[in-house]
């Protein structure tokens, strides 16, 4: 032996050289040796106290009482010290054993591995030879060669040295062991066949240990088949050989009866030569009665020549040949010709074989047959050789024929007919069923069938075998048909890059498919089928991303040249029904404050349902608007949140993605289908990216909604404003023309009045009098025109008082009462607010009186650290707000233009008979506070 291998034991590893060790330390711990130790220890230990006693000059008793304390330290000690190595001794004693035992099965476990005849060596991960048994060193190498450490290629032929390494790169944790056959050149010079089986050893966390390979030699074999053919090749000219000779001594017989005691010696021989052939031979009368036989030919069929005697060839007939095959035979032997085939016998214990025979007809010299002489070889063993070879290349012409028929076409419209013509002309398969495998739905789908039997024509087909175990397993299995009557069938996954891409469920009674079989051919024809399948999915799915991104092109572009919404929905439900035929009904629905709008729907979703739904009632649109993400519903009828008084009742598949723009949720779309897993996430993503599309064209069309509203907005103020400016202009020049003009023509007369009675004191001061009378009446009314255009007080004091001198002059007018409640504040608003809210004030109660009716009316002011609010309500008939927004009402328009410049919002609220509430509510900054 070469190198010791580690062996595992109960114990772990024992150290090299322990039991050395441990033989030295018993022979220490032997009784007499303790006690010497113990005895000497003690002596010692008197002697010391003794003298570090007396070299203290301590009084006799205490020199006593020290003594014996120092004495009795030592002895105590000494056995302690002597009890733990007894044990010690006691527990080498066991490692010896344990060692002993280990020592013994590693020779054993090596005598095992010297006496294989095989070869049998270990292989590190860097290719070289780490163990080796004597097999070895008797073929690969000469005794004086050294092997560990070496290259184990070293052993074989250049041109096998790639194979080697190929075989062995091959190897992983699923797929551990390999085999190959190798012309190897042994020590002794010669060439010989040897078998390798190479296993890869791993450790439990998959790394690599080392590589074991076991040979074998088959030269041997080799040799065999060698000399099958030279048999072969020979044994016809033998056999004919043999018959001349035969019919040579049969004339010679018939013509030389007289002289048979003559040639007695020479038939003797003959005789012999008959009974040591190889070789069966049988010898029968003209009707087929065995006469004699010898010994190869009870080997042969296993029945002893006593029972043969006296029989027929028949004994021998396996129920193969038809009676036409005998008859031929029997008229060939029996027109005197010699008749050379194969038949299959049957041996005595029930086992069939391959008979080459050569039957040749004895003739007498009346030129009678008197018998025939068969030479019967048995070629069992070749026809099995050659059966194999049939079978491996018309598999492989099968798997050619069937790549062919599938490899050309990237669609699933492959030549189908040629596989069923394959196992149904070669295999005898009379029905199966062809299934893909949708990884994406999980699902099986039916691509072809064909039944061939009666029995199987009206079987109902009911979806693919044990579909579990085959996405599990991925390998062919046998299995049973569910339908009475169908029997046994055979499972052919269809893999390619280890997943599953279909199935073949193969019929397999009747059929020439055994459950003995090697399944390696339909494990082939699995994967090519495989791959084909997956190419086509492949192809497909780009096919189909082609498709969806070209489409979304034309989605975006037809979005972008439009900025009407009802134009832009109807865009999105046309694309919708192209990318996703399989939608039975298409619906778009607003949601508004927690209410889903009905907006746009197609197919099965135009039936009668709400036009305004509460999200609130329907878990499932709920968890959408809260989630913010979509919801699909392989199967309405498993779904818990599932509500059907909003859908139809044959939804059985639903789909809802949420609808986003400017990143809210503005409304909700949703796919519905009366097929249950119509939809998958694939359906999803393309919701989801039209949905992206069409958000960003409906923020653009609302973009311009607003900007078209604000510029008839804009308008309406415009026109407003010089409606305004022209109301104010008549109104100042009515004051002017009514008032302050005819006060001034008064103030004219008086004037006139005053020079033409100069001379009258009287007069004059009289005059004087209704001059001042009239020039108060024209600065009154020049004040009032001036707070009317602005207040002053607005400037001076503030919002409240001026809103309170602008109330308290309505109600001194008496035609209606106007309450003011005001949340005092003293500080002051910025002045652009006060303004705007004034004006707001003053527009809401000029209304209230214009066209109210109203006989009351209230204004609540609020200020706190953050907003103004302002509400301006009367009793009078009301209005319709949105008519009257739709009718250009400019004084509406001018008070919600004025809130929104200063940053705020106003909300009217009216019907008729109810009254009016205006309310407003503009927030400020503390930091830009007037303080005036």
Request: hydrophobic residues 40%; aromatic residues 8%; proline residues 4%.
């Amino acid at each position: 032996m070469k190198n010791s291998p580690k062996i595992d034991t109960p114990i772990g590893e024992i150290p090299v050289g322990y039991h050395g060790a441990t033989s030295q330390f018993a022979k220490f711990t032997s009784p007499p040796i303790l006690l010497l130790l113990v005895l000497v220890s003690v002596l010692i230990s008197e002697m010391a106290a003794y003298f570090i006693v007396d070299a203290w000059h301590f009084p006799f008793g205490l020199k006593t009482a020290l003594l014996d304390a120092i004495v009795t330290i030592v002895f105590v000690f000494g056995a302690l010290y002597f009890l733990v190595l007894r044990r010690m001794r006691t527990q080498a004693g066991r490692l010896q054993e344990l060692e002993k035992a280990l020592l013994q099965r590693e020779a054993d476990y090596l005598g095992i591995v010297e006496d294989q005849t095989v070869l049998i060596c270990w292989i590190n991960p860097q290719g070289e030879v780490s163990f080796f048994n004597n097999a070895i060193t008797k073929y690969m190498t000469e005794p004086s060669v050294k092997i560990l450490g070496e290259s184990y290629l070293t052993w074989f032929l250049p041109q096998d040295i790639p194979s080697v390494k190929m075989m062995i790169s091959q190897l992983t944790p699923d797929h551990p062991s390999d085999t190959g056959e190798f012309l190897q050149k042994t020590a002794a010079g010669d060439l010989r066949w040897f078998s390798w089986t190479i296993r890869a050893i791993y450790n439990p966390v998959g790394e690599l240990i080392h590589y074991q390979a076991v040979g074998v030699d088959t030269t041997d074999y080799h040799c065999a088949l060698e000399a099958l053919k030279e048999s072969r090749d020979g044994l016809e000219q033998k056999v004919q050989q043999r018959t001349f000779e035969l019919a040579r001594v049969n004339r010679e017989l018939r013509a030389e009866i007289k002289t048979r005691k003559k040639n007695e010696g020479l038939i003797k021989m003959q005789s012999a030569a008959l009974e040591a052939a190889a070789d069966g031979i049988m010898i029968t009368d003209p009707e087929g009665i065995i006469q004699w036989g010898n010994p190869a030919l009870a080997d042969l069929s296993g029945f002893p020549l006593s029972e043969l005697i006296g029989q027929t060839p028949a004994i021998f007939n396996s129920g193969f040949h038809s009676k036409v095959f005998y008859s031929n035979l029997w008229s060939t032997i029996l027109s005197g010709g010699a008749w050379r085939g194969e038949i299959i016998n049957r041996r005595r214990d029930k086992t069939l074989y391959v008979d080459e025979q050569t039957i040749t007809p004895v003739v007498d010299r009346g030129g009678q047959v008197s018998s025939f002489i068969a030479i019967k070889h048995d070629i069992t063993a070749r026809k099995d050789a050659e059966e194999k070879e049939s079978r491996r290349k018309w598999e492989l012409q099968a798997l050619n024929s069937v790549g062919t028929s599938f490899s050309p076409s990237l669609e699933f419209n492959w030549r189908f007919t040629d596989l069923e013509k394959l196992l149904v002309d070669e295999l005898s398969v009379h029905s199966g069923e062809i299934y893909s495998y949708d990884p994406d739905l999980k699902r099986f789908d039916l691509e072809t069938f064909w039944k061939v039997d009666a029995q199987d024509a009206n079987a109902p087909i009911s979806g693919p075998l044990n579909p579990r175990r085959v996405l599990e397993e991925k390998k062919p299995f046998f299995t049973t048909f569910s339908q009475p009557g169908r029997g046994e069938a055979l499972c052919i996954p269809l893999i390619s890059l280890g997943e599953v891409q279909g199935v073949i469920d193969l019929a397999i009674q009747g059929s020439k498919i055994g459950k003995d079989d090697r399944l390696d051919f339909f494990e082939s024809l699995g994967y090519q089928i495989g791959v084909s399948f997956h190419n086509a999915r492949l192809f497909k799915a780009e096919k189909k991303a082609r498709q969806l991104a070209e489409m979304m092109w034309n989605v975006s572009l037809a979005l972008s040249q439009t900025m009407d919404l009802n134009t832009i929905l109807k865009i999105l439900i046309e694309s919708l029904e192209q990318l996703v035929p399989e939608a039975d009904g298409i619906g778009i629905s607003k949601l508004k404050d927690g209410l889903l709008h009905e907006t746009a729907s197609s197919g099965m979703s135009n039936h009668d349902r709400p036009e305004i739904l509460d999200i609130h009632d329907f878990p499932l649109l709920r968890e959408i608007v809260e989630t913010q993400a979509a919801r699909l519903v392989v199967d309405t009828r498993s779904e818990p949140l599932w509500r059907s008084n909003f859908f139809l009742p044959t939804t059985r598949c639903w789909l809802g993605v949420p609808f986003r723009v400017a990143g809210e949720i503005t409304g909700i779309c949703y796919l519905e289908s009366e097929n249950p897993g119509c939809f998958s996430q694939r359906e999803v993503g393309i919701t989801q990216a039209l949905l992206a599309e069409a958000a960003i064209a409906i923020q653009k069309a609302s973009y311009f909604e607003d900007v078209r509203a604000g510029n008839e907005r804009l308008q309406a103020l415009s026109r407003r404003l010089v409606e305004v400016q022209e109301m104010e202009r008549r109104y100042i020049a009515r004051e002017l023309h009514d008032d302050t003009s005819q006060a001034l023509i008064g103030l004219a007369f008086a004037l006139e009045i005053i020079k033409r009675d100069a001379d009258k004191p009287e007069a004059v001061a009289s005059g004087v009098v209704e001059i001042d009378r009239i020039i108060g009446e024209i600065l009154d009314n020049l004040h009032h025109l001036a707070v009317d255009l602005r207040p002053s007080a607005l400037d001076h004091l503030g919002l409240i008082p001026a809103v309170r001198q602008y109330i308290d002059a309505i109600n001194e007018k008496g035609a209606i009462f106007i309450q003011l409640d005001v949340q005092e504040q003293s500080q002051r608003l910025p002045g652009e607010i006060e303004t705007a809210l004034y004006r707001i004030i003053q527009e809401a109660l000029v209304n209230v009186i214009r066209h109210a009716n109203a006989t009351r009316a209230n204004v609540r002011i609020e200020i706190d650290e953050e907003q103004v609010r302002v509400f301006v309500s009367d009793n009078g008939v009301g209005f319709n707000v949105q008519d009257a927004l739709s009718n250009g009402r400019l004084g509406l328009f001018g008070m919600r233009e004025r809130a929104e410049i200063v940053g705020g919002s106003l909300t009217i609220t009216s019907g008729p008979g109810v009254g009016t509430k205006i309310s407003m509510e503009v927030p400020y900054d503390n930091e830009f506070i007037d303080r005036r």
